[in-house]
Nanobody, 126 residues
Framework: VQLQASGGGLVQAGGSLRLSCTTS????????MGWFRQAPAKEREFVAA????????NYADSVKGRFTISRDNVKNTVYLQMSNLKPEDTAVYYC????????????????????WGQGTLVTVSS
C-alpha cells in the first residue's frame, strides 16, 4: 500500500492551499483517512479525518472552520482544503489510512492509522 501526498508549499498568512493524497494498493473506499501534521520540535498532531463513506468527519479544534477534509473514492484521493492559514499551521502534513475497514466513526489517535504517506511541507509566512 502506498500513499502519495502533494500540494504543500509556501503561502502567506491568510492564504489557502489544497493538499491531496492518493492511495494505491488497497481498496481506498473501504477505509477512513486522516491528516496529521508535525511542526519542528513538536509532536505529531491530528488535523482531520473522514470516514470511508465520507459521512463522518472530525477536526482538531485548531483548524475547525478553516480546514475541510473530503474524499473522492473514484480517484482514490483524499483532500485537505486549508484556508485562512496561520504561521502556526506550518508543519509537515501527513496523510494516513485507517487500520480497520468500514469503521463508521473516525478516530483521532494516530495509533488507529496503519499506512502513512511521505509528508508534504506547508510553510505559512507572517
Amino acid at each position: 500500500v502506498q500513499l502519495q501526498a502533494s500540494g504543500g508549499g509556501l503561502v502567506q498568512a491568510g492564504g489557502s492551499l489544497r493538499l491531496s493524497c492518493t492511495t494505491s494498493g488497497r481498496t481506498f473506499g473501504n477505509y477512513a483517512m486522516g491528516w496529521f501534521r508535525q511542526a519542528p520540535a513538536k509532536e505529531r498532531e491530528f488535523v482531520a479525518a473522514i470516514s470511508y463513506s465520507g459521512s463522518d468527519t472530525n477536526y482538531a479544534d485548531s483548524v475547525k472552520g478553516r480546514f475541510t477534509i473530503s474524499r473522492d473514492n473514484v480517484k482514490n484521493t483524499v483532500y485537505l482544503q486549508m484556508s485562512n492559514l496561520k504561521p502556526e499551521d506550518t508543519a509537515v502534513y501527513y496523510c494516513a489510512g485507517d487500520r480497520l475497514a468500514y469503521r463508521p466513526i473516525v478516530k483521532q489517535h494516530f495509533s488507529h492509522y496503519g499506512v502513512w504517506g511521505q509528508g508534504t511541507l506547508v510553510t505559512v509566512s507572517s
